[in-house]
């Protein structure tokens, strides 16, 4: 069993900055990418950040230049710096992570965490 677990998350007002963390825990044998989703009300769920084992980075163009991902392979962690918040950031944050477990070590998984709510006031 593997579990994602997000947090960080919460009200700002525009302009200001969040952090967010997500903990990958269970029986990993390795993690291979690991990312940031958000679906806002009434769209689709959409790629923010992502990140590599080898920590090359991609980002959404509406990101780009404010949001920072990173990754701690030894606490099997990503994490994603938010700053100059509008608005339209305003959804669900969901951590995506491609994991091979103890059991199955050969086949990397798409695991999710629960999601957490980024709220960006006017």
């Known amino acids: 069993q593997v579990q994602l677990v997000e947090s960080g998350g919460g009200l700002v007002q525009a302009g200001g900055s969040l952090r967010l963390s997500c903990a990958a825990s269970g029986s990993i044998f390795r993690i291979n990418a690991m990312g940031w989703y958000r679906q806002g009300p009434g769209k689709q769920r959409e790629l923010v950040a992502a990140?590599?084992?080898?920590?090359?980075?991609n980002y959404a163009d509406s990101v780009k230049g404010r949001f920072a991902i990173s990754r701690d392979n030894a606490k099997n962690s990503v994490y994603l710096q938010m700053n100059s918040l509008k608005p339209e950031d305003t959804a669900v944050y969901y951590c995506?992570?491609?994991?091979?477990?103890?059991?199955?070590?050969?086949?990397?998984?798409?695991?999710w965490g629960q999601g957490t709510q980024v709220t960006v006031s006017s």
């Open positions: 995506n992570a491609h994991i091979a477990t103890s059991q199955a070590m050969g086949i990397f998984y798409n695991y």
């Open positions: 990140i590599t084992s080898g920590d090359s980075t």
